[in-house]
């Protein structure tokens, strides 16, 4: 862990003393990884112990402890706690197997932690035991590493206050989440427009430099256009549309369930193909129009990085575009509306 990691927990352990009949809460630092964090939390809280989550690492209080989640699935989960003047790194689950299963055996490590002192002839459980010896202080110099024993999947690490000096971190500890998230999106959207339904496929491209707002792309490409009759014939309508949004996040992102807004402004491509019946002749024209839209899309976290969606699109054209037959209207295209099932991937 970094300097700021320690000094944070050698300061909790000074000056966030906690009554002797209440245990201090288990401190998650989950960064960007919020739905980890959040499985993390439900783990511990189904085990009777009381949880908060940070975003960075916080003080804490004398016999807390404090679980350092990775940003990445290469990171060790870390599990550190304040004690007798020291920070000590007292657990860690090495990064190998499914995120799952390591989350459970975290989840694990801490309960055996907070659990009452064993009778000395008990053995520790086989899923906690640790494979290391016990801490050994640091020498006085502020330069030298502290002794660090490793087993197949837990660390003990010693650091006596005073001597700021921790080794080298496995990973670096975000002091905040991450400044951008891109998230890219597919989804089948069942649409109607003044001419008919359609069916289309929405591709979505979404950029956020903050937690709550961002950029995105929507492209709508038409899978089943509508048909349109008439005693002169019939006519194959189809419209292509490419929008620019602002993105909004009125419920965070993080957690299981989520919310996204998407005001936009598009081009749209619309096409018309007729087949006329004689004395008519066939003609195929195209024309582009500008779109306003919004779109609301309601978010099921299904993993880490896997989300399900449910969205909405409604919006009209400006200026609405007119089909006619034998120089009749027959259709204006203008409101339109679609309902999407789809996934979003986020990175």
Not at 140 to 169: D, F, I, K, T, Y
Not at 245 to 257: F, I, K, Q, Y
Request: contains cysteine.
């Amino acid at each position: 862990m970094g300097g700021a990691l320690v000094a944070s927990l050698a300061f909790g352990a000074l000056v966030a003393p906690c009554s002797a009949d209440e245990r201090p809460p288990v401190t998650v630092v989950a960064g960007a990884r919020g739905a980890l964090a959040h499985r993390l939390s439900q783990e511990l809280e189904a085990a009777g112990l009381r949880v908060q989550v940070e975003a960075s690492p916080t003080a804490v209080a004398p016999g807390g402890l404090l679980i350092v989640v990775p940003e990445g699935d290469e990171g060790a989960i870390e599990i550190w706690s304040a004690s007798g003047g020291r920070a000590d790194l007292v657990a860690s689950v090495a990064p190998d197997g499914p995120l799952d299963t390591r989350v459970l055996r975290a989840a694990e490590l801490v309960r055996a932690l907070r659990s009452p002192a064993r009778a000395p002839g008990d053995a520790p459980p086989a899923a906690v035991a640790p494979a290391a010896v016990a801490p050994a202080p640091l020498p006085p110099a502020p330069v030298a590493p502290p002794a660090v024993a490793v087993g197949p999947g837990e660390a003990w690490r010693s650091l006596p206050l005073g001597a700021w000096a921790p080794p080298a971190p496995a990973f670096p500890v975000p002091a905040a989440p991450r400044a951008a998230l891109v998230d890219v999106g597919v989804a089948m959207a069942v649409g109607w427009q003044t001419p008919g339904v359609s069916l289309a496929l929405d591709a979505s491209l979404r950029i956020w430099p903050s937690a709550r707002v961002g950029i995105g792309l929507l492209a709508d490409l038409p899978i089943v256009s509508p048909t349109i009759q008439a005693p002169e014939g019939e006519v194959g309508f189809r419209s292509t549309l490419l929008g620019a949004e602002l993105v909004l996040a009125p419920v965070a992102r993080t957690g299981r369930l989520g919310l996204v807004l998407s005001p936009g402004l598009g081009l749209a491509h619309v096409s018309a193909s007729g087949e006329a019946r004689p004395p008519y002749v066939d003609s195929d024209e195209s024309t582009f129009t500008a779109l306003v839209y919004g779109r609301a899309e309601v978010r099921l976290r299904l993993i880490d990085s896997l989300v399900l969606t449910a969205g909405a699109l409604g919006g009209a054209a400006i200026p609405p575009v007119d089909i006619r037959f034998a120089g009749r209207v027959t259709s204006t295209f203008s409101p339109l509306a679609s309902f999407s099932l789809g996934v979003v991937i986020q990175r």
